[in-house]
């Protein structure tokens, strides 16, 4: 969205990866001031909105900045530079890098943008402090719930990672890991499927309180 205000031509290319992998499946290329932008990902929405992150970074160091210069029946434009080249808002540049911290935070930055939103249209003027949506309530039967299931269900910003396999076929042994708000989980698995799944459970076990019997999860430490 930050992009398309900023490059109101960009056009995405998306294409298969040959080599597709666990992480990246499709890869896209945005064209932004002559330069070619790419971004993988694991669906082509992924891949689109990478590229135009790599397309964002480029504009802000390329370009100058400025403020927003607005006629009261004008729409918003951007200012040029005096050699004729555009600048960049800083409306923009804030907007990118609320996005990419409130990521690094594992916060939604949807649900903040609403928040911020609220501030700026409502509690700000009546000086009252803006409520927070409650948080999700967790499932009774947690315990029983598939660990991976459960993780997309409460902590939809956990991300996993191949770490590395070993062993020959067929024994070969998985090792993947979670990172949920810059917390390291690892787990094991004769697949990729059961290493992700242990280290769901670590995740589960140590952030989200899950105590599970013996005989299906037991912490390493």
Same mark, same amino acid.
């Given at each position: 969205?930050?992009? &398309?205000?900023?490059?109101?031509?960009?056009?995405?290319?998306?294409? %298969?990866?040959?080599?597709?992998?666990?992480?990246?499946?499709?890869?896209?290329? @945005?064209?932004? %001031?002559?330069?070619?932008?790419?971004?993988?990902?694991?669906?082509?929405?992924?891949? +689109?909105?990478?590229?135009?992150?790599?397309?964002?970074?480029?504009? @802000?160091?390329?370009? *100058?900045? !400025?403020?927003?210069? +607005? %006629?009261?029946?004008?729409?918003? +434009?951007?200012?040029?530079?005096?050699?004729?080249?555009?600048?960049? #808002?800083?409306?923009?540049?804030? !907007?990118?890098?609320?996005?990419?911290?409130?990521?690094?935070?594992?916060?939604?930055?949807?649900?903040?943008?609403?928040?911020? /939103? !609220?501030?700026?249209?409502?509690?700000?003027?009546?000086?009252?402090?803006?409520?927070?949506?409650?948080?999700?309530?967790?499932?009774?039967?947690?315990?029983?719930?598939?660990?991976?299931?459960?993780?997309? *269900?409460?902590?939809?910003?956990?991300?996993?990672?191949?770490?590395?396999?070993?062993? &020959?076929?067929?024994? @070969?042994?998985?090792?993947? +890991?979670?990172?949920?708000?810059? *917390?390291?989980?690892?787990?094991?698995? !004769?697949?990729?499927?059961?290493?992700?799944?242990?280290?769901?459970?670590? @995740?589960?076990?140590?952030?989200?309180?899950? *105590?599970?019997? #013996?005989?299906?999860? /037991?912490? /390493?430490?």
């Amino acid at each position: 969205m930050i992009l &398309n205000e900023l490059v109101k031509s960009a056009t995405y290319t998306v294409t %298969d990866l040959p080599q597709p992998s666990e992480m990246n499946q499709y890869t896209a290329t @945005v064209l932004v %001031d002559g330069v070619s932008h790419i971004g993988h990902g694991r669906s082509k929405m992924e891949a +689109k909105s990478m590229a135009a992150e790599a397309a964002l970074k480029y504009i @802000v160091k390329n370009r *100058q900045f !400025s403020a927003f210069k +607005k %006629d009261e029946d004008a729409d918003e +434009k951007m200012e040029v530079a005096e050699d004729g080249s555009p600048t960049l #808002p800083w409306q923009h540049v804030a !907007s990118f890098a609320l996005y990419k911290l409130l990521n690094s935070w594992g916060e939604d930055p949807n649900q903040a943008r609403g928040v911020i /939103t !609220s501030v700026n249209m409502q509690d700000s003027i009546g000086g009252q402090p803006p409520q927070n949506k409650p948080a999700k309530k967790m499932p009774e039967n947690a315990a029983h719930m598939n660990p991976l299931m459960l993780l997309n *269900q409460m902590l939809p910003h956990a991300r996993f990672e191949e770490l590395g396999r070993s062993g &020959n076929p067929p024994n @070969v042994v998985f090792t993947f +890991k979670c990172t949920v708000d810059g *917390q390291i989980f690892t787990g094991t698995g !004769s697949n990729k499927k059961a290493a992700k799944k242990m280290a769901a459970f670590a @995740v589960c076990h140590k952030i989200l309180a899950i *105590q599970y019997p #013996p005989d299906v999860y /037991t912490p /390493t430490n």
